[in-house]
């Protein structure tokens, strides 16, 4: 039932432990084991390894194999490479590089602009004014840092996160089947989950511009068809498919620029939220929300896209120089990309701080009934604070600034919608063969995902309404939370490890300083959930949610346990306290002079 899922790499004969020890420890030389001397030949030429190997007569699992399979790592959306140019001179950095390495960090920088985002931001405006800006500076900084590890992780070892974690890069964290497959499971729900987001955005998108002519439902089913034809795009080239997201961005920056120089936020507030980490008079409501931004901000799948993208440039990664140079450029790339994405988020903040924060619905509702504009039924009348979502945030501008607010907030929204869904289908591709080694199809791939998130997306747009709609980005934006342990853990692992990453491994500062932030990134999210469940309101939902919980933090447990096994916190394996094993050091050929 489950064949489809079985890989076609054959488990290695030999267990190996990964080891943190540095290379200037000697070790006292072993005779060379049978077919040891044979396997050493055959990867002279691979990157420096060392590890330590631990053999034993048995035939006992160990938590890290290495798979010396020869078989070629699958590879999708890189019918071709990018050249980078060389310099007749040494310069410290060349423009013609830079534009050579730019397009991975826009199309990865598009998670940050997505309905999801969006909502977060006018939410975050609407409840807290500019109060929670710098959060969303903060985040974004923790955002940089993280992809600046998985384009790392991509461009020294030529293989992105979902394959270093599978079993195709030489060590595996997850060669044992099951764990392989849960992790690609929850992976696979972020990416649903932001999914659904997406198609929301689009659907609402569309009904706007057509002042309702379009149902929802409607809109969910043309976000099919749209995303089958963008994706269709990449036959023409590669820089012309990253062109046509920077195209998305632009038309981005313009409409949310529009609705920004339309109302004219006061800038001295707007720094004074940015700069000043501190919120006056904040309670309950505003804690949450900013907790729901640095969710919203920090998304798994963008790990794993990120990693996969910068493979999609010439790099020689048996000089030491080049690799070097691609991560400065690549860094710099990315830091351009999501600065212009920050703008974007602050752009929207900023619009519904200005002018919706703490508005009440009555006050919304009568400017509404003075305009020409529709949906005025959407705000009831009483004195309660206006609650806004991406669909009543397009109404109460065109309120209060007439219909060109509201059709220039709807294109903004389909440009976030249709580009990150683009970029969500191809998270899926690597995701799939990085885990389960299938090869499938970009209309496959697309039909896949897509089907398992239009059919309760399209559920409740044909039997509820649209605050049902919108208020289903609650729940996903908690389903992504969750799911960032299964990208962070193994992100910060594999980039730690100087068997992987050689010269290029994070220091000792660096894993304390991103085990820190990580710890306090998945510690805000699982509040976020607290929060989310306990407002539900139900006992069997409690004791769902509970059963839950505890299998989810058996299999984190599990990946901080790997993961600390990995780093060389050997007290942890149960391996290594056997006494018949006998360690050899194994340090292969290196790739470059360092």
């Known amino acids: 039932m489950f064949s489809f899922l079985r890989s076609g790499r054959n488990p290695p004969p030999e267990n190996i432990h990964i080891s943190s020890l540095p290379p200037s420890i000697p070790l006292d030389p072993e005779p060379d084991l049978p077919g040891q001397q044979d396997d050493s030949v055959k990867n002279q030429e691979k990157a420096v390894i060392q590890t330590t190997h631990t053999y034993r007569g048995s035939s006992t699992p160990s938590v890290f194999l290495q798979n010396r399979s020869n078989e070629p790592a699958p590879t999708t959306y890189f019918e071709q490479r990018v050249p980078v140019p060389e310099e007749d001179t040494e310069r410290l950095f060349s423009l013609r590089k830079l534009w050579a390495f730019t397009g991975p960090g826009f199309l990865m920088s598009i998670a940050y602009l997505d309905p999801g985002n969006i909502e977060s931001d006018l939410q975050s405006g609407a409840k807290a004014g500019f109060k929670l800006l710098w959060v969303l500076l903060l985040a974004t900084v923790i955002g940089l840092l993280l992809q600046r590890l998985a384009a790392r992780l991509g461009v020294v070892t030529g293989l992105h996160l979902a394959e270093n974690s599978s079993g195709l890069a030489d060590f595996s964290m997850f060669s044992m089947k099951v764990p392989r497959i849960l992790l690609w499971l929850m992976v696979e729900l972020a990416i649903i989950g932001s999914d659904m987001q997406e198609v929301i955005g689009c659907a609402i998108a569309f009904n706007l511009l057509s002042s309702q002519r379009i149902p929802l439902w409607t809109g969910v089913l043309i976000t099919i068809i749209d995303t089958f034809f963008f994706l269709f795009l990449d036959k023409y080239g590669l820089r012309r498919l990253e062109a046509f ?9 313009i409409t949310f620029g529009y609705e920004y120089v339309t109302v004219a936020p006061d800038q001295g507030q707007l720094l004074k939220g940015m700069f000043v980490p501190y919120c006056e008079g904040c309670g309950a409501v505003q804690l949450t929300q900013a907790v729901g931004v640095v969710g919203a901000v920090i998304m798994p799948h963008n790990i794993y896209l990120h990693s996969a993208l910068v493979k999609s440039r010439e790099v020689d990664r048996s000089k030491k120089k080049e690799v070097k140079e691609a ?46 504009i529709p949906h005025s039924d959407l705000f009831p009348v009483d004195n309660k604070t206006l609650e806004v979502d991406i669909y009543k945030g397009g109404v109460v501008l065109g309120c209060f600034f007439g219909p060109a607010a509201l059709y220039i907030w709807a294109v903004g929204i389909l440009a976030a919608g249709q580009s990150s869904t683009m970029t969500g289908t191809y998270s899926g591709q690597f995701v ?20 398992i998130a239009i059919t309760p997306t399209l559920m409740v747009a044909i039997f509820k309404d649209v605050h049902h709609l919108t208020g289903m980005n609650d729940f996903l934006n908690v389903l992504q939370s969750m799911q960032l342990p299964f990208a962070l853990i193994p992100i910060l692992t594999f980039t730690s490890l100087p068997s992987l990453m050689n010269d290029f491994a994070n220091g000792l500062t660096c894993k304390i300083m991103g085990g820190l932030v990580i710890l306090c990134v998945c510690a805000i999210n699982m509040y976020f959930v607290v929060v989310y469940v306990t407002a539900l309101n139900s006992v069997w939902l409690y004791v769902l949610a509970a059963f839950l919980s505890l299998a989810y933090l058996t299999f984190v447990g599990y990946l901080v346990w790997l993961c600390l096994i990995a780093l060389g916190v050997s007290c942890l394996d149960p391996s290594s306290r056997r006494g018949n094993d006998s360690t050899i050091l194994i340090q292969e050929q290196p790739e470059f002079d360092s």
């Open 327 to 372: 991560n400065k450029y690549f860094f710099i790339e990315s830091a351009i990309a999501l600065f212009v994405s920050f703008l974007i988020n602050v752009f929207v903040v900023a619009v519904f701080a200005e002018e919706f924060y703490q508005r009440s619905n009555i006050e919304v509702s009568n400017v509404c009934n003075q305009s020409s």
């Open 432 to 451: 799939m063969e990085g885990f389960l080694n299938l090869r499938w199809s970009r209309f496959a791939r697309v039909l896949l995902t897509r089907s």
């Open 245 to 253: 997201f920077g195209f998305l961005i632009t038309i981005m920056a």
